[in-house]
């Protein structure tokens, strides 16, 4: 394990000087630096470098420094050494020597590959842990909320993407069976020359079947000794995945999040006001202190409210905390998430949703009808009970049928239906699931307490905007859901640590 007493950098008394005349004392980076424990990160770094083998490493706190740089002033690699080499903030905030030379833009991104996400993740979580040593962050509230991060992509046609993955699929091959590829590339050009002056219909169903072809040999080549560690092999099984996962798009084109590009496979199309294609950026935010507790990634259109789940155990699960209570916006409204946070036995968190609006009632409301489970049927306002159900198409609840006889001769008739009975069958009621559970987020929200969480909720919009539009999280600097991760979370640590040193000089102001 790396030692952090070899990398304790000490300026001389002539930096020391002119750091002091032309960083002023209360400059943002001056603050980071002297009131956030940096050398607390070295655990968490140290793991993913080794002791005694290779050249020695640059300062991995020093790495990490410069990827803080790079959020929060929404830099490139490029961007931020060139920029440290002459700001004299950066520099001091990197402690480096006025002899000290930058490391390559290349070593960040080699660092960013040595952590992953389970390093950036312990990073993002350490910040946290400050916050709730300092005990800032409480357990009382969580807000959370979900916005839209724009891909890094151009979007083809569905005829160029197939013919792009197919080109991947054949890069990707040529290492293991360089003859085959050569002849699949010729008869590429016959294709290509036998469908000239088809329509793109005929053109595009002739790409997904050569494509299904190529696949069905390059699944069938014998894996090398080492496959788990050979990079080409494991790049040629990404991109087979990747078209099986076209493949099906094409042939199920209704169950929808189709793939949308070769470069980002993990880019889905989804709609946040507008239609965008990219990803879901998902956070929890301590209503206290407004620290953002944890962040996850999803395609677009991902499952944003069961999502809060994970949220909430990734959190509890790092820290070792139990959350009170969670507000989240009107996508929480679903009924196997509701009874899934509320349930004593598990998460056991107070959850605050906005229930849709109700219409008013011309009819009697299915409430009004008292099921028995045990007979399996509802009994309605008249007395009458119902012949027989089915489960909903969505598997989420009942639908009970009462017979035509027993409604047409019904004196509540024209307080049950807006229309006659036709036919053979009368009222047909449907019952959820999850009735208890929307019948308490309705019931809550009439109480004084909602009233004031949803007025705290407006600071999880606000720390998101400043996430993604302050700090290079709305859009793609990497592609793959888990790169994207890595991203966010470094938006948000820098975010926190911005909010951190506030409440830290909020603190001293109070104490002096």
């Given at each position: 394990?790396l030692?952090?007493e070899?990398?304790?950098?000490?300026?001389?008394e002539?930096?020391?000087?002119l750091?002091n005349?032309?960083?002023?004392?209360?400059?943002?980076?001056?603050?980071?630096?002297?009131?956030?424990?940096?050398?607390?990160?070295?655990?968490?770094l140290?793991?993913?470098?080794?002791?005694?083998?290779g050249?020695?490493?640059?300062d991995p706190?020093?790495?990490?420094k410069?990827?803080?740089?790079?959020?929060?002033?929404?830099?490139s690699?490029?961007?931020?050494?060139?920029?440290?080499?002459?700001?004299?903030?950066?520099?001091?905030?990197?402690?480096?020597?006025?002899?000290?030379?930058?490391?390559?833009?290349?070593?960040?991104?080699?660092?960013?590959?040595r952590?992953?996400?389970k390093g950036?993740?312990?990073?993002?979580?350490?910040?946290?842990?400050?916050?709730?040593?300092?005990?800032?962050?409480?357990?009382?509230?969580?807000?959370?909320?979900?916005?839209?991060?724009?891909?890094?992509i151009?979007?083809?046609?569905?005829?160029?993407?197939?013919?792009?993955?197919?080109?991947?699929?054949?890069?990707?091959a040529?290492?293991?069976?360089?003859?085959?590829?050569?002849?699949e590339?010729?008869?590429?050009?016959l294709?290509?020359?036998?469908?000239?002056?088809?329509?793109?219909?005929?053109?595009?169903?002739?790409r997904?079947?050569h494509l299904?072809e190529?696949?069905?040999?390059?699944?069938?080549?014998?894996?090398?000794?080492?496959?788990?560690?050979?990079?080409?092999w494991?790049?040629?099984?990404?991109?087979?995945?990747?078209a099986?996962?076209?493949?099906?798009?094409?042939?199920?084109?209704?169950e929808g999040?189709?793939?949308?590009?070769?470069?980002?496979?993990?880019a889905?199309?989804g709609?946040h006001?507008?239609?965008?294609?990219g990803?879901?950026v998902?956070?929890?935010?301590?209503?206290?202190?407004q620290?953002?507790?944890?962040?996850?990634?999803?395609?677009?259109?991902g499952?944003?409210?069961?999502?809060a789940?994970?949220?909430?155990?990734?959190?509890e699960?790092?820290h070792?905390?139990?959350?009170?209570?969670?507000?989240?916006d009107?996508?929480?409204?679903?009924g196997?998430?509701?009874?899934?946070?509320e349930?004593?036995?598990?998460?056991?968190?107070?959850?605050?949703?906005?229930?849709?609006?109700a219409?008013?009632?011309k009819?009697?409301?299915?409430e009004?009808f008292?099921a028995?489970s045990?007979?399996?049927?509802?009994?309605?306002?008249?007395?009458?009970?119902?012949?027989?159900?089915h489960?909903t198409?969505?598997?989420n609840?009942?639908?009970?049928?009462f017979k035509?006889?027993?409604?047409?001769?019904?004196?509540?008739?024209?307080?049950?239906?807006?229309?006659t009975?036709q036919?053979?069958?009368?009222k047909t009621?449907?019952?959820?699931?999850?009735?208890?559970?929307?019948?308490?987020?309705?019931?809550?929200?009439?109480t004084?307490?909602?009233?004031?969480?949803?007025?705290?909720?407006?600071?999880?919009?606000?720390?998101?905007?400043e996430?993604?539009?302050?700090h290079?999280?709305?859009?793609t600097?990497y592609?793959?859901?888990a790169?994207?991760?890595?991203?966010?979370?470094?938006a948000?640590?820098?975010?926190?640590?911005?909010?951190?040193?506030?409440?830290f000089?909020?603190?001293?102001e109070?104490?002096?």
């Open positions: 394990m030692c952090p070899n990398y304790q950098p000490k300026l001389s002539e930096d020391q000087k750091f005349r032309f960083v002023d004392s209360d400059h943002p980076l001056r603050r980071a630096l002297g009131l956030i424990d940096w050398q607390s990160f070295y655990p968490f140290a793991v993913h470098y080794s002791a005694d083998e050249q020695p490493a640059i706190v020093r790495m990490l410069l990827e803080y740089l790079s959020y929060q002033y929404n830099l690699d490029c961007q931020v050494i060139s920029r440290a080499k002459t700001d004299l903030a950066f520099r001091w905030f990197l402690q480096l020597r006025s002899w000290e030379r930058l490391p390559d833009p290349s070593s960040l991104c080699v660092f960013r590959g952590l992953g996400l950036f993740r312990a990073v993002f979580d350490q910040v946290v842990a400050m916050a709730r040593a300092e005990g800032f962050v409480k357990d009382r509230l969580r807000l959370k909320d979900a916005s839209h991060v724009i891909a890094n151009a979007v083809p046609s569905t005829l160029a993407l197939v013919a792009q993955m197919r080109d991947r699929l054949l890069a990707s040529a290492p293991f069976a360089p003859v085959q590829v050569e002849g590339r010729v008869q590429i050009e294709l290509r020359a036998r469908t000239d002056g088809l329509g793109n219909e005929e053109k595009l169903l002739a997904v079947t299904r190529m696949l069905l040999w390059i699944e069938q080549l014998p894996p090398p000794p080492d496959a788990d560690s050979d990079q080409q494991q790049k040629l099984v990404e991109q087979c995945g990747t099986h996962k076209i493949l099906a798009d094409q042939a199920h084109p209704e999040h189709r793939t949308l590009s070769t470069v980002d496979p993990d889905r199309r709609r006001g507008d239609w965008y294609k990803f879901l998902d956070i929890l935010v301590d209503a206290d202190s620290i953002i507790t944890q962040i996850n990634v999803l395609p677009a259109g499952e944003e409210a069961a999502d789940l994970d949220l909430i155990r990734q959190e699960q790092a070792g905390n139990d959350i009170d209570s969670l507000s989240i009107g996508a929480g409204y679903r196997e998430v509701l009874r899934e946070l349930d004593p036995q598990g998460l056991n968190v107070n959850t605050y949703v906005p229930p849709p609006p219409p008013e009632p009819i009697f409301t299915p009004q008292v028995d045990q007979q399996g049927s509802v009994t309605c306002p008249a007395g009458q009970t119902s012949s027989y159900r489960r198409p969505d598997d609840g009942w639908i009970y049928q035509f006889s027993t409604c047409q001769a019904c004196a509540f008739l024209s307080l049950c239906m807006t229309k009975p036919g053979w069958s009368g009621v449907r019952k959820n699931d999850y009735e208890e559970e929307y019948r308490r987020v309705r019931a809550k929200a009439q004084d307490a909602y009233a004031e969480v949803r007025r705290e909720h407006t600071m999880v919009e606000r720390k998101l905007g996430l993604l539009n302050r290079g999280g709305r859009r600097r592609h793959g859901t790169k994207v991760l890595i991203q966010e979370l470094m948000g640590l820098a975010t926190n640590v911005k909010r951190l040193v506030r409440l000089c909020a603190q001293t109070l104490a002096t």
